[in-house]
């Protein structure tokens, strides 16, 4: 067997084939390595089941693979997404079970490959695929569970049942899982495993509705899962998991501008206050109100609290982690935002969230090429993750290779669909190359932009871009106006590396008082 650096020389010589065995942890080794074997002919190949038994892999292992949705109607593809997210949070709260993130296993929605290689890419020991058939209000749901080292059925059933019994069903499908996994785990057939947080059907729908808008992460879309959430705590006002969601929507759209920050931020608050009123899934509300104290408040030492706090109540949540890894950006320790950003890896290995934090942290390290690396694996998983794009675009410019970079937004401004996009990216290129006359009439791009889209707040590009052209105190003027404003990307003042220059001038100090970086 062989690592992976190894792996990275000889993976293009023409005489040499390579079997992978995904990313497996050492002894002693932080960090997870992919492992692969040489697999010319004539030489023995070790099966999956060896390489987990010589590393220590976790045999009580699963990955929930997103169900299939089989209703005539294709918009009900919420609703088997969300029962699969659903069945992948019962098996979590078992500690001795392995279960893979769910930012992981839908990047292989709709997949065509082999289970036997799905096993190796994310290391678990099964996998649980499935069906879901809806019509009225009956349901018909199918599930079987896949040994990954031959591909053989270790257990299938199907549940009928009415939409009624969604709730049960899913209950009964994560025990029968978790008691043909491992003689070893003690299930009480009497607990229930799965706790939905509402006994309303018609708030669970509209949940799953809002669930499958903000996994898509993009404003639009979020803007649609603040909808559905609202319209499910209408229907049930104790809905635990319909407040994070509408917490974390809101925090979301303020952190990128899409909100006025002093409209976002406290309706994150206040929904992430009620779910913690309610006696579950408190994770993801400390996690919204550690965003809410980092971006709105600035009250740092609370946000890292609240981080610290969602990581011991969920363990394997990956978002949790990357809040922590903004925070040691935010505070300017680089060495611990790339060790949190990793840990999201190492939980979501193939999460394009996680990915991106971790490739942005990279960047900041000016570690370019890795950066590059990882980008182009979110590209792989997701050809339409345009984050990843403008992440290539914003690498490329820290490498001077601007020509790339520029060719990188275009391609973005095509995926966003925004006839105002591109003012901003443009103009810092156009000031970059020292085209002072582009630069700002690209400025101009961006108060039409605003123009015509009420609520945004754009004060940091307009600072950026001033500050490259030389022009301090417009620079100063948008900042300050960012921080009243309450953007809490300005946060991310220590990293913006077209800002540096900036630090000699008495003002920056002053800014890093207003938000709190310095006493």
């Known amino acids: 067997m062989i690592s992976g650096k190894v792996f990275e020389e000889i993976k293009n010589h023409p005489n040499i084939t390579v079997e992978t065995y995904g990313e497996h942890e050492l002894k002693n080794v932080y960090k997870p390595m992919p492992i692969f074997a040489l697999a010319n002919k004539g030489i023995e190949i070790p099966d999956q089941a060896y390489v987990q038994e010589l590393t220590g892999s976790n045999k009580n292992s699963v990955a929930v693979l997103p169900f299939a949705n089989f209703s005539i109607n294709k918009e009900n593809e919420y609703f088997s997404d969300g029962i699969t997210e659903e069945i992948i949070n019962a098996l979590v709260s078992l500690d001795t079970l392995q279960v893979t993130s769910r930012t992981s296993v839908f990047a292989y929605k709709n997949t065509t490959k082999d289970i036997r290689q799905i096993g190796k890419e994310l290391n678990v020991k099964t996998i649980l695929e499935g069906s879901v058939r809806q019509a009225g209000d009956k349901i018909r749901v199918t599930a079987q569970l896949i040994n990954t080292d031959d591909g053989f059925h270790i257990w299938s059933e199907n549940f009928d049942g009415h939409l ?5 069903v899913q209950d009964e499908i994560a025990k029968k899982i978790t008691l043909k996994l491992a003689q070893n785990l003690e299930v009480n057939t009497h607990t229930k495993l799965y706790n939905s947080s509402t006994s309303s059907i018609s708030a669970y729908d509209n949940y799953l509705q809002g669930l499958y808008y903000w996994n898509k992460k993009n404003p639009e879309a979020v803007k649609k899962a603040i909808t559905f959430y609202e319209r499910a705590i209408s229907k049930s006002d104790t809905y635990t998991k319909a407040y994070s969601g509408l917490a974390n929507c809101y925090s979301f759209l303020g952190s990128i501008g899409h909100m006025d920050g002093k409209i976002a931020f406290p309706r994150a608050q206040h929904y992430a206050l009620k779910a913690l009123d309610g006696i579950d899934f ?19 030492e609370r946000a890292e609290s609240n981080f610290r706090k969602a990581i011991t109540l969920e363990p394997n949540n990956e978002e949790s982690r990357c809040g922590l890894s903004l925070y ?20 979501a290995p193939i999460s394009p969230s996680a990915l991106q934090i971790h490739a942005e942290s990279l960047s900041i390290l000016q570690k370019y090429d890795e950066a590059i690396s990882l980008y182009n694996k979110i590209l792989e998983l997701d050809p339409l ?11 490329h410019i820290g490498k001077k290779n601007y020509k790339v970079a520029e060719s990188y937004f275009h391609k973005y401004f095509k995926m966003v669909g925004n006839d105002f996009k591109g003012g901003t990216h443009l103009g810092l290129l156009a000031a970059l190359q020292n085209d002072r ?5 690209n400025i101009e791009f961006i108060k039409e932009r605003e123009r015509k889209n009420e609520g945004i707040n754009l004060s ?11 022009e301090n105190d417009l620079a100063f003027e948008y900042l300050f106006k960012a921080v009243e404003d309450k953007l809490g990307a300005v946060l991310l003042l220590k990293t913006f590396r077209p800002l540096s220059h900036l630090k000699e001038d008495p003002r920056y100090d002053l800014l890093l008082k207003k938000i709190g970086l310095i006493e």
């Open 282 to 300: 408190k994770g993801e509300a400390h996690l919204a109100l550690g965003v809410v104290d980092l971006l709105y408040h600035w009250n740092i």
């Open 385 to 395: 993750y345009r984050s990843a794009v403008e992440g290539l675009a914003l690498v």
């Open 437 to 441: 006359e582009k630069a700002l009439q």
């Open 328 to 347: 040691y950006r935010i505070m300017g320790d680089f060495e611990r935002m790339i060790l949190h950003s990793g840990v999201a890896v190492k939980i």
């Open 164 to 168: 009624e019994d969604i709730f049960q």
């Open 460 to 470: 940091l590009d307009y600072a950026v871009i001033y500050a490259i052209l030389g």
